[in-house]
């Protein structure tokens, strides 16, 4: 397998939350801060991760009939165990997630996964699909919190001594003064509005590439027409 | 017979799954259990110390109990500290309610001496309007701080009122049911604070 090719599809083609648009309620509740954003990036990358490992694991002994249950069975204990462990080691990353750890429950990307990828393909594509969807979905969530906290709050990295306790509760980045702030940002239809402009330049990116591509093959075959 | 062999199965399969589940979480739940209430316990202690200054905080003892009132916003259970002095009760912080927020309910803790004089105050949680509701916030404004050492006398006690109503309490631009609501609460949780050396036999 093309490796370059598989972390492509994964972090920048099937973006889970920029082009399948998938579990986009904690993306759009969670981004009015980048470490909240972060916070709940890595905890869904870990839950796919570990999920898609189980399931491709024991994928022999699943029936076709009833893996959808099973699924859910496995993705709520996991869910949970992971709840607990934060609760209990970075209590003040839970309070700022709140609800919606037990929520990755329900995210469409986790389920999506387990069997589109994990269900039919072995433990190491597996793990590594979940590594990555996990990743292409915390990187989408991380610019448009960075885009919304810088220009609704005026700061970036707000409360990272809730990730890294052993940095100082005011090592954050003021950007902008508090009378120069958009408050639409931090909003919910600031959300809905960054997360769209932010769809539109990737699409404007792979468009101009593809263009590129286009106009880089028409010339390689005119001049090996010119040749013959 | 080859139907049922299927679904046996399949029951079969999905309770194996499930008691995996189940012990799994237990398991977690069994390591976790005691450094979560620690951390729970840890936070409590540093929103009181935030609220009553250490060098006053210091100088008490405490302990906790379980109220329920109507001066406290709802019909839920709070939480009570009781601060004392030489085994004197002097003071009290309280886990308290504004129902009437902008955009909810507003948890806000309130420490004052029994004989209405606030120490402070500090909303816990809230889910005002983010730029100007969020304002109660003390991450966001040290408004809340202006109600320290303010003396309350009663429910009826008209400096205990926004600026806009004829009382004495700043409010700020852009936002009056927010600080209205936060002023009420406090206002009432410190009357509460007040009653409490008469119905103190019956914490017990």
């Known amino acids: 397998m093309n490796i370059k090719y598989f972390l492509y599809v994964r972090l920048w083609k099937n973006n889970s939350s920029l082009i399948q648009l998938l579990g986009l309620c904690p993306v759009l509740a969670m981004t009015t801060n980048s470490i909240n954003a972060i916070g709940l990036g890595m905890t869904t990358t870990i839950v796919l991760t570990i999920t898609n490992t189980i399931i491709s694991t024991l994928k022999r002994i699943i029936p076709h009939d009833i893996r959808i249950p099973i699924y859910m069975i496995l993705v709520s204990s996991i869910v949970t165990s992971i709840e607990m462990l934060i609760h209990a080691y970075q209590f003040n990353l839970y309070q700022?997630?709140?609800?919606?750890?037990?929520?990755?429950?329900?995210?469409?990307?986790?389920?999506?996964?387990?069997?589109?990828?994990?269900?039919?393909?072995?433990?190491?594509?597996?793990?590594?699909?979940?590594?990555?969807?996990?990743?292409?979905?915390?990187?989408?969530?991380?610019?448009?919190?960075?885009?919304?906290?810088?220009?609704?709050?005026?700061?970036?990295?707000?409360?990272?001594?809730?990730?890294?306790?052993?940095?100082?509760?005011?090592?954050?980045?003021?950007?902008?003064?508090?009378?120069?702030?958009?408050?639409?940002?931090?909003?919910?239809?600031?959300?809905?509005?960054?997360?769209?402009?932010?769809?539109?330049?990737?699409?404007?990116?792979?468009?101009?590439?593809?263009?590129?591509?286009?106009?880089?093959?028409?010339?390689?075959?005119c001049i090996c027409k010119t040749k013959k | 017979m080859k139907k049922y062999q299927k679904i046996l199965q399949s029951a079969f399969l999905i309770s194996f799954f499930s008691t995996i589940s189940i012990a799994s979480v237990v398991y977690i739940n069994s390591i976790t259990k005691n450094k979560i209430i620690n951390q729970q316990e840890q936070e409590k202690n540093i929103l009181l110390e935030t609220v009553v200054p250490s060098k006053i905080y210091n100088t008490f003892t405490k302990k906790l109990y379980n109220i329920q009132n109507q001066f406290l916003g709802d019909n839920k259970t709070h939480n009570l500290w009781i601060l004392f002095k030489n085994q004197k009760l002097e003071a009290a912080v309280v886990e308290t309610t504004a129902p009437d927020g902008y955009s909810g309910s507003i948890n806000i803790l309130v420490a004052a001496y029994c004989n209405g004089k606030i120490i402070g105050a500090r909303v816990l949680s809230h889910k005002e309007t983010p730029g100007i509701g969020d304002k109660i916030d003390i991450s966001i404004s040290n408004w809340i701080t202006k109600f320290n050492n303010i003396v309350v006398s009663s429910l009826q006690d008209k400096n205990f009122r926004l600026k806009k109503y004829g009382g004495q309490i700043e409010q700020f631009t852009g936002a009056t049911i927010t600080p209205q609501s936060v002023t009420n609460a406090i206002k009432k949780t410190v009357i509460f604070i007040k009653t409490i050396p008469t119905i103190f036999n019956q914490l017990k």
Not at chain 1, 145 to 172: Q, V
Not at chain 1, 197 to 213: E, G, S, V
């Open chain 1, 96 to 221: 700022s997630l709140g609800i919606f750890i037990p929520l990755i429950v329900t995210n469409c990307i986790i389920v999506g996964r387990a069997d589109l990828i994990a269900y039919k393909n072995s433990i190491i594509v597996s793990f590594f699909d979940g590594i990555f969807i996990g990743l292409g979905s915390t990187f989408a969530m991380f610019i448009i919190a960075f885009i919304r906290e810088a220009l609704g709050n005026g700061t970036l990295f707000f409360g990272i001594n809730k990730i890294i306790h052993s940095t100082d509760n005011f090592m954050f980045v003021h950007l902008l003064d508090k009378n120069s702030t958009i408050i639409l940002a931090v909003l919910p239809p600031g959300g809905f509005f960054i997360l769209g402009c932010i769809i539109a330049i990737k699409n404007a990116i792979d468009l101009y590439f593809k263009k590129q591509t286009v106009i880089k093959n028409i010339n390689c075959s």
